[in-house]
């Protein structure tokens, strides 16, 4: 198999994952979650992340200046990755189990959806196509309008504050 075959098989494949993801996506049940923000007419605002990854815990926590936003089970943002690349991402957010307790909310939920602006540093096929896959799970406490989301996607984990606007 010559370079230019194994890297049309690549890509091949890669829009083969990206495809069912997409579709996967718009088949998850469409419920929304008012404690998430989502569905109440609240606009979740993320501010700032920092991440640390699992394969070097030593090495601390890193800020990649976050701004995204999550409304009506949708999200949508923009960071600096691991190696210093603006990145995007996008997808849809569902909650598995919430618990409002008077002012304190807990949350457990997944994004599924895409995420463009890494190259083969990150994985191989990343380096071939410009859009990947991404699948996170997610986990949050708030207190009011303000809160700290904890999320885990692959050998990185983040951490994320997070504030509820009214619209």
Same mark, same amino acid.
């Given at each position: 198999m010559?370079?230019?075959?194994?890297?049309?098989?690549?890509?091949?494949?890669?829009?083969?994952?990206l495809?069912?993801?997409?579709? %996967? +996506?718009? /088949?998850?049940?469409?419920?929304?979650?008012s404690?998430? #923000?989502?569905?109440? @007419?609240? &606009?979740?605002?993320?501010?700032?992340?920092?991440?640390?990854?699992?394969?070097?815990?030593?090495?601390?926590?890193?800020?990649?200046?976050?701004?995204?936003?999550?409304?009506?089970?949708?999200?949508?943002?923009?960071?600096?990755?691991?190696?210093?690349?603006?990145?995007?991402?996008?997808?849809?957010?569902?909650? %598995? +189990?919430? /618990?409002?307790?008077?002012?304190?909310?807990?949350?457990? #939920?997944?994004?599924? @959806?895409? &995420?463009?602006?890494?190259?083969?540093?990150?994985?191989?096929?990343?380096?071939?196509?410009?859009?990947?896959?991404?699948?996170?799970?997610?986990?949050?406490?708030?207190?009011?309008?303000?809160?700290?989301?904890?999320?885990?996607?692959?050998?990185?984990?983040?951490?994320?504050?997070?504030?509820?606007?009214?619209?």
């Open positions: 010559t370079p230019l075959s194994g890297d049309m098989t690549m890509s091949r494949l890669a829009a083969l994952v495809a069912f993801s997409c579709v %996967l +996506a718009l /088949s998850v049940d469409a419920q929304t979650d404690a998430q #923000g989502n569905g109440s @007419g609240a &606009v979740r605002l993320h501010v700032g992340m920092w991440t640390t990854h699992l394969s070097h815990p030593t090495q601390g926590l890193d800020a990649n200046w976050l701004v995204a936003v999550a409304w009506n089970g949708m999200y949508g943002g923009s960071f600096i990755n691991s190696f210093g690349d603006r990145a995007f991402a996008a997808g849809i957010e569902r909650s %598995l +189990a919430r /618990s409002d307790g008077g002012r304190l909310a807990r949350g457990v #939920g997944y994004r599924i @959806g895409v &995420v463009a602006g890494y190259d083969e540093r990150l994985t191989g096929i990343a380096g071939t196509i410009p859009i990947l896959p991404a699948f996170q799970m997610t986990s949050d406490v708030a207190v009011g309008g303000t809160g700290l989301e904890l999320a885990w996607a692959g050998k990185v984990a983040t951490m994320s504050p997070f504030m509820h606007v009214r619209r």
